[in-house]
């Protein structure tokens, strides 16, 4: 593993695919036998997700932080500051951990998000990027991926949905959706 | 998990993740204690892929079969005969899983590809469609998805390549790509 270079990974786009597709990643990357972070920007802890039950299952090879208050769903400054308050949280997570050089592989899940809905700043999310040590794979996921770091990163993935169960009345599945 | 509608997923596109995904479903699933069998139309066993040696670790939940031989990288009926011989072997093998209800999930990883270079005819995949029992979520992924399958699926993705590595002169990241 070591005299690779570590790449920027961006998944991106209006489609199904974002999360999963890194978490695909974190469960090969495990399988290779590197450490591997997930921080959940958005998602937080106490749902039934399948991936907070498998990487309790997995041990300590794979650690998904969920950090967030959920997807945004009405205005309104109290509402917005815990989200905002959450992000930070997971940012300040992030910042203290990607520079430890512990991980082959982190995953920032809807931190595109978070910067879109100005959780956090484009400006503090560039910062973290520069601490990236040379070695890791840092993949960020969310809509709306801002120009500068698609201009930034190696590898740059819009998911695009062509046809959603939702829109045909079909409700989010276990073990699929969550 | 009984009643669900097992949904019809196909992740197509000439970019990444289409694979990926599957596996980050595959994870989830496994999480929350579905059964899932994976089985892989085009690679094949024996290079050091991370999600072949983490199916190894994560035990019975999760079953992959690398059926395949490879992405067809030259023409000549001889060399196709081979390909075609090993996907028609994994379309076998999902004949036969895919009707038994032991699964929850089932990929068919690159089936799509499999039918564009005429490895697998397109009817006999229909076929296979429809013995999907009800509960099964059944993933179909490969670049070329036919019209005829996006119509009949329930979520379709398609994965853009925006921007990739290799044209910047990097190689295949170990965890990543494989």
């Known amino acids: 593993m070591g005299g690779e270079k ?41 749902r039934d997700y399948g991936e907070q039950k498998a990487a309790k299952k997995l041990g300590p090879g794979l650690t998904i932080c969920p950090a967030g208050r959920g997807f945004i769903r009405e205005a309104g400054e109290t509402y917005l500051d815990q989200h905002r308050r959450a992000a930070l949280e997971a940012l300040d997570l992030a910042g203290m951990e990607i520079p430890t050089r512990k991980y082959n592989l982190v995953v920032l899940d809807e931190i595109l998000y978070a910067i879109h809905y100005k959780l956090v700043s484009l400006g503090d999310v ?31 993935t819009e998911m695009k949905e062509i046809k959603h169960p939702f829109s045909r009345g079909i409700k989010a599945q276990k073990g699929i959706e969550f």
């Open 6 to 46: 570590g790449l920027l990974i961006v998944n991106t786009g209006n489609g199904k695919g974002k999360t999963t597709a890194s978490l695909g990643m974190a469960l090969r990357a495990w399988g290779q036998g590197m450490k591997v972070l997930v921080i959940q920007f958005i998602k937080g802890a106490g």
């Open 126 to 156: 560039m910062d973290l990027v520069n601490q990236k040590p040379e070695h890791l794979h840092l993949v960020l996921t969310g809509r709306y991926a801002p120009p500068e770091i698609i201009e930034r990163a190696d590898l740059v």
